[in-house]
């Protein structure tokens, strides 16, 4: 008997309680990083149509760019020296001051016979902003991997579960947090300024201080600490997480689905948002139809891992996955009705949106329990690092297309990049299963 004359806790009861102290953690984890995460992604979609074509495309690729640098280097760095968690607020609290920024930048445009003329402080604040809010990304998202990582690695212990199996479960738990959040806020951010006439300015004021809320809540929250504490290395040992898997091939064979989902969304939230949806529709429905995405890939997450469970494998999900990118690709080859293309399909162009939403929830779950699966451990932080390099580099270079007026030529990467993302990973896989059997 203890102190307080209870009977001791036993194995048992230790391994209970890790497995409900770790699984509260990872949805106070999902709610926070939702609502902040959707915040941030509203401005994105919205950049193009409120602040010009010019500096909405420059503050996109600015901001995707900065975080690929930032999730190479700041961001193993910061989750080295701060702990996943800690690391995880510093990203939230840069994403808030980048919402404030977008929202001033709002108010220094004009429309001027149908084209929007961004002025100097727009392009300071727009700009500016991205620079913070890359940062912040870089290291949320490196930081993200980690946390959920440790919280993986603490359940599965604690249960026997094993760990791909907890990693497809708890990635699409993750996914349909978050995605459906940022479905629901992307949806009110429609109706608030459509049918409440609420200005720009206000409404993105409004999600700051939600995304502020959601980080002070992160920050209250309990920590997760990885099983096996790793060596704390040297700060320059630490940033360098993600450049000493570049020596693995396996890190670049899973880059088809980062790279394409990468793209496809540059492509989507410049090209098709500014040039077809305007037409077929009207630029009052991005918000809906980014709702739209984040609806079905909210949905199609957690169908994802019930049947990568079942099937033993999440090669099929992948294979899904890069088809309907695929599709979206082709799709913009279509000139009918008339020659106008997709701008004359009406409500019909939703089907971009759709496959978008499709592919977005094999890349936000399937894909990312692939790399918590071959990267377990220490090697997480380093490896979540290098997947959102590689999506991120890939929506920097589509955000820059867009800049430059070339970004219709993105859809030859998008068919390429879906063509070799399937044998990449088979190619991964087999690489593993041959070391494997080379240690056993």
Known sequence: MNPNGEAPLTSADEDVRTEQVYRRTFFVMCACFGLNHAAVTTPVGYATTLLGSDVGNASNATLYGVCMISSLFFGPLFTGALGPKNALVFGMILYVIYVFCFAVATNFTETIEGEVSAQTPAWALGVGGAVIGGVGAGSLWTAQGAFFGAICDQISNA??????????????????????????????????????????????????????????????????????????????GRAAAALTLWSDPKIWLFSGSNVTFGFSAAYLAGYINANWESKALNPDFIGFLGAV????????????????????????????????????????????????????????????????????????????????????????????????????????????????????????????????????????????????????
């Open 159 to 236: 249960t026997g579960t094993p760990l791909q199996s907890l990693t497809a479960q708890l990635a699409s738990t993750f996914a349909m947090f978050y995605l459906g959040q940022e479905c629901f806020w992307k949806a009110l951010f429609t109706v608030l300024s459509k049918y409440a006439e609420l200005s720009n300015l206000l409404l993105f004021v409004i999600y700051g201080v939600l995304a502020l809320i959601a980080t002070v809540v992160m920050f209250l929250a309990e920590d997760a600490k990885p099983k096996t504490a790793a060596a704390r290395g040297p700060l320059c």
């Open 293 to 440: 995405i984040c609806l079905i890939a909210t949905i199609s997450s957690k169908v994802y891992a019930v049947a990568a469970e079942q099937m033993g494998t999440k090669l099929p999900i992948v294979v899904l996955g890069s088809l309907c990118f695929f599709a979206i690709a082709l799709l913009s080859f279509v000139t009918a009705p008339n020659g106008e293309g997709p701008g004359g399909w009406g409500w019909g162009i939703m089907v971009f949106y759709i496959l978008q939403g499709m592919g977005r929830g094999v890349y936000e779950s399937t894909n990312k329990g692939i790399f918590a699966d071959f990267f377990p451990g220490e090697k997480s932080v380093g490896a979540f690092a290098n997947c959102m390099m590689q999506n991120t580099a890939s929506s920097t270079i589509g955000f820059s297309m867009g800049l430059a007026h070339v970004d219709k030529q993105e859809v030859w990467i998008l068919l390429i990049g879906s063509l070799v993302t399937v044998p990449g990973l088979l190619l991964a896989t087999m690489m593993k299963q041959k070391q494997a059997a080379v240690d056993s």
